[in-house]
Structures are given as structure tokens and as C-alpha cells.
């Protein structure tokens, strides 16, 4: 059984930078693209951006600039990084395995960006 | 590729039948012969959780009452005869195309 745990900040201040990760417990790290995907009220359920365990990513063009995605194969992780919040970015971000479609999630991080 | 979901919101009783539209601005059938197409349920303060992949595949533990069809880009999800755990929001998502898009969401009350 496959379970993915996230971690990371849950308050921050404009301009700054949100760092999350996500530990893939169980199955194989090795087949998938793990991704992360954020739910806010005004937009919905919103993909950012995948890797698999080569390190190639995919990004949702409407936040490539700011996002960064990396993984640590050593310890089954994937992390995000988004630069500049702002307001807009406030939702609850959640790490999700790819194949097809999303067929395993996190727990879920509600990040709120306030002054 | 813009998913759209009908109605937004729906009350049913316990007991009868529901159906959810998902339509997206492009095919979702690929040339693998695969449809990219699945649908999830959301509960409060959860994630979504798979139901439907490739159209009309219940993942397993997935009670029968629920099934998907369609083809190219119209899909329904229906609920054969509804019951009071099946309240919550219902997504469609399309991964044909990068990037994977939800459509809106139907929130369903028992």
C-alpha cells in the first residue's frame, strides 16, 4: 500500500519562497511521475508540475517561472519550491502519484500567504 | 484542455439515481486506445480520491453503484442508486495533454 506523507510551511509572508516535501512510503518510486497539485476556492483543483525519478520534469506553464521541483531517490522524496508567493498562491498544495491519472495523494498542506 | 462539468451542484435522495456531465474541449482518446479521463470524489478536509480511470474502469473497493461512459469528449459518471456516503464534490480530470486539467467540480448533497 502506497502512501505519500508531506511536510512544509503552512504560513508565509509575501515574496518569500514555499519548500515542500513529500515521502513516498511502499510500491515503486521507480515507474511513476509524482506530482504536485494545489486547491484553492478561486481556482480549483490546479496541477503544478511533475518529476519521476530520473529528475525530468513537466510544468503547468502558469507557474514554470516560480516552481522548482527536485527528488531525492535515496529516500523516495520529491520536493517543490515556489518563488515569490503572493496572496494568489494561498491553498491547500498536495503531492500526488501520476500514472494516468492521480491515483494516490497526500494528506494535504493548507499554505496561506499573508502579510 | 478545459474540462466542464454539469450541473455544479446537485441534491439527490437517498436511493435514486445521479449522473454528472464532464465535457472536454478536446478528444481524450489517444492513439494507444486508452480514453485519459477519470473521475474522483472529494469528502471535506480530504484529497480526491480516484474512482473511474480511462473512462469507465472502477478502480478496486469501488462500490458498482458507480460507473462511467462516453467517448471522444462527453462523459457521464453515474451514481445507479445514491447513498448517503456518496455526498461530497466530484471532479472529471483529462491527462491526455500536459498540463492534467479538473473540471470545476459537482458538489452533491444527500
Known amino acids: 500500500q502506497v502512501q505519500l506523507q508531506q511536510w512544509g510551511a503552512g504560513l508565509l509572508k509575501p515574496s518569500e519562497t514555499l519548500s515542500h516535501t513529500c515521502a513516498v512510503y511502499g510500491g515503486s518510486f521507480s515507474i511513476y511521475y509524482w506530482s504536485w497539485i494545489r486547491q484553492s476556492p478561486g481556482k480549483g483543483l490546479e496541477w503544478i508540475g511533475e518529476?519521476?525519478?530520473?529528475?525530468?520534469?513537466n510544468y503547468n506553464p502558469s507557474l514554470r517561472s516560480r516552481v522548482t521541483l527536485s527528488v531525492d531517490t535515496s529516500n523516495n522524496q520529491f520536493s517543490l519550491k515556489l518563488t515569490s508567493v503572493t496572496a494568489a498562491d494561498t491553498a491547500v498544495y498536495y503531492c500526488?502519484?501520476?500514472?494516468?491519472?492521480?491515483?494516490?495523494w497526500g494528506q494535504g498542506i493548507l499554505v496561506t500567504v499573508s502579510s | 484542455i478545459v474540462m466542464t462539468q454539469t450541473p455544479l451542484s446537485l441534491s439527490v435522495t437517498p436511493g435514486q439515481p445521479a449522473s454528472i456531465s464532464c465535457k472536454s474541449s478536446q478528444s481524450l482518446f489517444h492513439t494507444d486506445k486508452k480514453t485519459y479521463l477519470y473521475w474522483y470524489l472529494q469528502k471535506p478536509g480530504q484529497p480526491p480520491q480516484l474512482l473511474i480511470y480511462?473512462?469507465?474502469n472502477r478502480l478496486s473497493g469501488v462500490p458498482d453503484r458507480f460507473s462511467g461512459r462516453g467517448s471522444g469528449t462527453d462523459f457521464t459518471l453515474t451514481i445507479s442508486r445514491v447513498e448517503a456516503e456518496d455526498f461530497g464534490v466530484y471532479y472529471c480530470l483529462q491527462s491526455i495533454q500536459l498540463p492534467p486539467t479538473f473540471g470545476q467540480g459537482t458538489k452533491v448533497d444527500i
Open positions: 500526488a502519484r501520476r500514472y494516468g491519472g492521480f491515483d494516490n
Open positions: 480511462e473512462a469507465f
Open positions: 518529476i519521476n525519478r530520473s529528475g525530468s520534469t
